[in-house]
């Protein structure tokens, strides 16, 4: 199947790497990415991390400009695909023909608001949530005026924004339905994070399955229990939705989510990478919304859609980074882990830890919390075990 003209749906960090892939894997033909956004590619886990605690000049998102020479429609969104005419269809009315496809449309954050009809005379909604560069824009300067918060949510993205309101000066309150990131790395991090939270004056609620209802007069958080919490801001990060609803006609879903085999492919002439695909794993296919996996998917989509069958298989590695409250966390290796670290090394910088779990499938998970030690040796570290630890962490 020869190929002269792709399209790539989707400008974040899937859809850039995989039109870097696909120029490094010599693709010379029309290559057309089709963007929601009019910003070009930037890195999104810094909108939650460096750009809303710094004082810089916005800049700590920012990508290198990209080197692909696709042609960009930006600030149009797919609305539409045509499978058998090999044709995206955008909400301006155009189409876009293709040889191949790459989808790599992302997602969107969920939004828990319940409507309260009396007394609603702006039709806004008051819950805000953090996703794009213009999401965190907001953000950044509602929370400068030092508001009341309430942060839903106690994964990474919730606890890294309420310790940005609480360096901004906000009272913060942070509702979670069991510890904050505890699903995410387990109860031995998690409780490092909820200590340094509580010690910087984070009010941590356990609410259980909170919704957000809106009326004239505000919005309110309801607890699982019928408690209800005011606040200046709220602020939902309960995680996300992938974009499919373009697909919705085109019958490439499979009970609404779009499934790919392990190289991206969806059909011979289509690929999905990121956030809105379902990759196979070992205990079925599912969404890996973190910013490594999208990367290394892309990678893989685009090698399948040039090469089928040739290409190689999607091997990665989960790495997970999320900072807060003084403290930084890098993890290569299967999260969350249970129990107490098979190996604990400390450096004198109060905080600093090197650990090690061992997992019943012979692999491991490697983590330091505030140690210097690059990702190399970190994933050394995970893949060596603890016979090894020592002398990886001195080289």
Known sequence: MTMRRIVVVGNGIAGLTACDALRSAGFDGELTVVG????????????????????????????????????????????????EAQLVRLEDGTDVPYDGLVIASGSRARRLSERVPE??????????????????????????????????????????????????????????????????????????????????????????????????????????????????????????????????????????????????????????????????????ASRVPLWTSAIEQAKTAALGLLHGDAAPELEFQPYFWTEGFGLSLKSIGATPVSGPPDFCETEAQEGSQLLYWQHADGSGTAVAVNYRIPIPKLRRLANTGPAALQSVARA
């Open 119 to 284: 007394g609603t005379s702006d039709g806004g909604s008051r819950e805000v949530t953090l996703r794009t560069f213009d999401d965190a824009l907001a953000l950044k300067e509602r929370v400068a005026g030092q508001p009341s918060v309430v942060v839903i949510g106690g994964g990474a993205l919730g606890m890294e924004v309420a310790s940005g309101c609480l360096h901004a000066g906000c009272d913060v309150t942070l509702v979670s339905d069991g510890p904050p990131l505890s699903r995410q790395l387990g109860g031995h991090l998690s409780q490092l994070f909820v200590e340094a939270a509580l010690r910087e004056g984070l009010r941590v609620v356990d609410g259980g399955r909170a919704r957000v209802v809106e009326s004239g007069s505000g919005a309110q958080v309801v607890l699982a229990d019928g408690t209800e919490l005011g606040a200046d801001l709220v602020v939902s990060a309960v995680g996300d939705e992938p974009n499919t609803g373009w697909l919705a006609d085109s019958g490439l879903l499979t009970d609404g989510e779009l499934h790919t085999d392990s190289r991206g492919r969806v059909r011979p002439e289509i690929v999905a990478a990121g956030d809105v695909a379902c990759f196979p794993a070992g205990e079925g």
């Open 36 to 83: 929601s956004e009019t910003h070009q590619p930037y890195s999104r886990p810094a909108l939650s991390k460096a750009l809303l605690h710094g004082n810089d000049q916005l800049t700590a998102h920012e990508l290198p400009d990209p080197s692909h020479g696709a042609t960009e429609l930006l600030g149009v969104s797919a609305a539409g695909l045509d499978v």
